[in-house]
């Protein structure tokens, strides 16, 4: 045989050589769960090895987290059920603790790269991402509110805005009061493709945000998330997103949608996102406490699979182990 691929693979010197895609822990973006209070630092169940920080347990973490060289982290704020009401407006109050934790951390670290969380689910006592009224998801009274709590964000020290609610024309709406507001080079983080998945448990259990039961209240998010079912509808999406001012555009979940990861690479110039998902994660966390895999091996292909088929970006509760592990391994796994 003239050819034989496996020349290319007879030592690490050689597979290192030829080695495709490597993920740098820069490209990770961190997510940390905020509670109000101190000395807090309460793991979630459901996601082992993940907790729900107040900020002075939150610092100490951060600055960990830089040392290993990883620099961005999306914040997600637990909200007591006494500030939700049905428009979400402590969203954008001025004495939203999850606000005033952004001030913080920029102050105390202003080289860290901070995207938030749009949406109304946190504030909203119905737990949707927009205003519900007679049993319907409000598509255009939502807007204002989003751009409220864009610039809100804004103000606080957000470097991107992650706005994760699915509104039809909401990049252009918040694109357009961030501008207006003086914050032009604020990015947004689209949640493009945000699919009606079965994975976000985890989460919802750290943050309590499920919606609620109610006669009046849409049971689930499938009026306004994607349906699992399609692909095309990911492209239409996309060109909305680009033209209405995203400078990245995300797919949510990952590792069930490569697929549309792999599309969205490929017919856009802006970088791609993915969020490995805290289901995703926790049936990893799961098989690896039953010794079914071996957590060292199988997180770090997982997360080289997202990055390989076209994610620029990844968010995954795995970050800071990954950071870890790339320092100590030196890179070698990819």
């Known amino acids: 045989m003239l050819i034989r691929p496996r020349r290319n693979r007879k030592s690490d010197a050689t ?7 490597y993920l740098m822990p820069e490209q990770l973006i961190y997510p940390l769960f905020l509670m109000d209070g101190k000395n807090i630092k309460s793991e979630v169940p459901s996601l082992p090895g993940n907790f729900r920080w107040s900020i002075d347990m939150l610092l100490p973490e951060i600055e960990s987290c830089l040392e ?16 939700k009401d049905k428009t979400g407006t402590h969203g954008y109050a001025a004495d939203n603790y999850y606000l005033k934790v ?12 901070l995207i938030s969380d749009v949406a109304l689910d946190p504030y909203n006592i119905d737990g949707h991402d927009g205003i519900v009224r007679n049993g319907k998801i409000n598509n255009d009274e939502t807007l204002p509110i989003l751009g409220k709590m864009a610039v809100a964000q804004a103000q606080a020290g957000f470097d991107i805005l992650g706005p ?27 949640y ?15 943050l309590d945000s499920a919606p609620v039961e ?10 306004y998330q994607m349906d699992p079912a399609n692909k095309k509808e990911a492209i239409r999406e996309a060109m909305l997103d680009y033209e209405e001012g995203a400078d990245f555009m995300m797919v949510k979940p990952a590792l069930n949608y490569l697929d549309v990861i792999h599309l969205l690479n490929e017919n856009f110039d802006i970088p791609i996102a993915a969020y490995h998902v ?33 994610a620029q970006v990844i968010l995954t509760y795995f970050a800071k182990k990954y950071a870890e592990m790339w320092k100590e391994r030196r890179g070698d796994f990819g």
């Open 278 to 310: 805290s289901g995703e994660c926790a049936m990893l966390i799961a098989a690896c406490q039953n010794g079914w895999l071996d957590f060292d091996k199988a997180m770090p292909e997982t997360l080289l699979s997202i990055h390989r088929a076209g």
């Open 15 to 21: 597979r290192s050589l030829t080695r495709e895609t």
């Open 68 to 83: 290993l060289g990883l620099k961005s982290f999306i914040l997600f704020p637990a909200v007591d059920q006494k500030f």
């Open 214 to 223: 109610g006669e009046d209240i849409p049971k689930d998010k499938k009026t």
């Open 164 to 190: 994760s609610d699915m509104m039809d024309g909401r990049i252009e709406y918040i694109r357009e009061s961030l501008d207006d507001a003086g914050f032009v080079d604020t990015g947004i983080m689209a």
């Open 192 to 206: 493009t493709a945000k699919y009606a998945s079965a994975f976000y448990g985890p989460f919802r259990d750290a």
């Open 102 to 113: 952004t001030q913080e951390i920029k102050k105390r670290f202003p080289e860290t790269c």
